[in-house]
C-alpha cells in the first residue's frame, strides 16, 4: 500500500503493508518499507474495544542488575513526529481494513 504524506517538511511515500493476526487484542503487524529493501517489522495494530492504537516496535534485555530495559527501536525527534507517524500508519491501516474485510471462518462441530 502506499499513501503520499509531508512530514519532516518533505514528500515521502510510505510504503506498508498489514498482515491479519486476530489473536487477543492485536488486529494486524505492519512491515514499514523504510528505502528500497529495507525493512521494518512489528509495527503492532491494537484493538481494545471500537479504539484502535498503533504500538512501534521495542527492543527487551535483561541488565546485570536484574531489571528489564526496553529501547525504542524507531526513535523520533520530538514527540509530535511519533503522533503523527503513529496517525499515518493508523490511517493505512484503516484504509486497508476498508479494502480487505475480515473473513471469519466457523466449522460445524456435529
Not at 479494502?99 to 460445524?108: A, E
Amino acid at each position: 500500500m502506499k499513501t503520499w504524506r509531508k512530514l519532516f517538511n518533505k514528500d515521502i511515500e510510505m510504503k506498508i503493508r498489514f498482515k491479519d493476526v486476530s489473536s487477543g487484542i492485536v488486529e494486524a503487524r505492519g512491515i514499514w518499507e523504510v528505502q528500497d529493501g529495507v525493512y521494518i517489522n512489528e509495527i503492532t495494530v491494537l484493538k481494545k474495544g471500537h479504539d484502535v492504537s498503533i504500538e512501534l516496535p521495542q527492543k527487551n534485555f535483561k541488565g546485570k542488575d536484574g531489571r528489564f530495559h526496553y529501547l525504542n527501536i524507531i526513535n523520533f525527534e520530538d514527540e509530535n513526529k511519533e503522533i503523527i507517524f503513529k496517525l499515518e500508519v493508523k490511517d493505512a491501516y484503516l484504509e486497508w481494513r476498508r479494502k480487505n474485510k475480515k473473513v471469519l471462518v466457523y466449522s460445524d462441530n456435529d
